[in-house]
């Protein structure tokens, strides 16, 4: 006989949230039973049969990221190969781009990605380069795709060209985001330093 779980153990035995599982539920995917108290569970055997559905159902997502509106031309370069190769491949595919820093955390489309990662809708994620996803923090983002059991795929996993200009940009963004609060404390000893940092990355990018 099939053992029952509550929705917290049912959870934790397929990875994805409780919130997943009530969307389930509700897309008619599972049927749980309910308790005298109206409490969900649900039979090893639903389990079986909605991670049987979930693989079938799970997407191949192509993501695609430039720092700044003059690397249209990056960025148009970047969905052409990503489309080219999945379709050299076989593979159906959603494409997602993001125009920002690679150390800004919240942009719109790493948002998706990330949710349709942890809801268990991804099953491949491919990227030009390492780097196109986050500039620092990719492998955390690498160690939940592996948790969810989603293939990385990196077309070049060599450096590209332009890093060191756009390292730069990215490191000049967190200098801003400082600055404001450190001339605002009108101490002359930490203007000096953000201009000697300033200074010192734009050295870097004229080298």
């Known amino acids: 006989m099939d053992k029952l779980y509550r929705i917290g153990q049912a959870s934790k035995l397929l990875g994805v949230s409780t919130s997943t599982l009530r ?3 509700r897309a008619g995917k599972i049927s749980p039973e309910r ?5 969900r569970l649900y039979r090893l ?14 997407k191949t997502i192509a993501y695609a ?17 990503l489309e080219m190769y999945c379709a050299a491949h076989g593979w159906k595919f959603e494409l997602l781009t993001d125009l920002g820093s690679g ?24 990227l030009t380069h390492k780097d196109r996803l986050l500039r620092f923090g990719a492998e955390l983002i690498f ?7 989603v293939e990385v795929v990196i077309i070049n996993s060599g450096t590209e060209i332009k890093f060191e200009e ?23 000893k930490n203007q000096k330093l953000l201009e000697g940092m300033q200074q010192a990355v734009e050295d870097a990018k004229s080298a």
């Open 166 to 188: 756009e390292l730069a940009k990215d490191v000049l963004e967190i200098i801003t985001v400082f600055s404001a609060r450190l001339y605002g404390s009108r101490s002359r």
């Open 65 to 81: 990221r430039v720092s700044s509106h003059d690397q249209k031309s990056d960025l148009d370069r970047q969905k052409k190969v």
């Open 45 to 58: 055997s639903q389990f079986k049969m909605s991670r049987k559905s979930q693989a079938r159902d799970r």
């Open 23 to 25: 969307r389930w539920e």
């Open 143 to 149: 160690a939940l795709c592996e948790a969810r059991e």
């Open 103 to 126: 150390m800004n955390y919240y942009k719109k489309g790493l948002k998706k990605l990330l949710n349709a990662i942890l809801d268990g809708n991804v099953g491949r994620l491919v």
């Open 35 to 39: 308790t005298e108290g109206s409490h």
